[in-house]
């Protein structure tokens, strides 16, 4: 156990789970995201929607979204910040018993509504959180890895094509997960790899056939080093 078990992270309060968590799930959505914010819808969940309010849990996640620390004194503005960048940010509260307790979901949209890229995550309590769907996909991602995921046609041969390029660059991968849509055609690769994944790699696979989206995600800093073991 380390003394930040013990004491919690140093966030802009009042609560761990529900103001420092948020604000992490803000941040790892963004990140997996990993385009400039247009618009954006979140909704809030349980107790984050009954509680949020006055913890500050929806200034808290959208701060994230925006790409501030938990610490950031600004994320008590994140409204006008957003506001002042001409982001659209609207928000719902939920009740599903059968999601967490601290349950949230931020739909990213294009400027005109379109494209709709979900992510959805948990607060775990002590500040931490984990990103645990994208695009109605599970997944299990607290920051501690470096990620790559890839939309791509649901063609033969898709998989030896990104294998071949991360294995031609020494890049290891640690685990995979792949989610299929039968009825859009469309396929997802989840990758944890053991190293980052360069741009240069990235902008190779963005520019083959049949891949439709990548994004590399690599692991976080210090900044946010209080998180759990993906």
Request: proline fraction near 5%.
């Amino acid at each position: 156990m380390s003394i930040f078990d013990v004491m919690g992270p140093i966030m802009i309060g009042p609560s761990s789970s529900h103001t420092a968590g948020a604000a992490k799930i803000g941040y790892l959505a963004h990140r997996v995201y990993g385009k400039p914010i247009s618009r954006v819808q979140i909704a809030l969940y349980n107790s984050f929607a009954e509680t949020g309010w006055g913890h500050g849990t929806n200034k808290a996640i959208l701060g994230g979204i925006l790409g501030l620390r938990v610490d950031d004194p600004r994320i008590k503005r994140s409204f006008e910040i957003a506001a002042q960048a001409g982001i659209d940010v609207t928000f719902e509260q939920k009740i599903d018993p059968e999601k967490h307790p601290n349950y949230a979901s931020v739909t990213f949209r294009d400027a005109d509504g379109s494209h709709p890229f979900v992510v959805e995550g948990i607060s775990v309590g002590g500040g931490a959180a984990k990103i645990v769907r994208i695009n109605g996909a599970g997944v299990d991602f607290s920051g501690k890895h470096n990620l790559l995921f890839v939309t791509y046609r649901d063609t033969p041969g898709m998989m030896a094509l990104l294998g071949d390029g991360l294995g031609a660059r020494s890049i290891n991968v640690a685990y995979a997960q792949i989610s299929r849509n039968k009825n859009t055609g469309e396929a997802m690769a989840i990758m944890k790899l053991d190293q980052p994944c360069p741009d240069e790699l990235v902008r190779y696979f963005r520019s083959q056939p049949g891949i439709t989206d990548v994004v590399a995600i690599n692991k976080l800093g210090s900044e946010y080093e209080r998180t759990e073991e993906d």
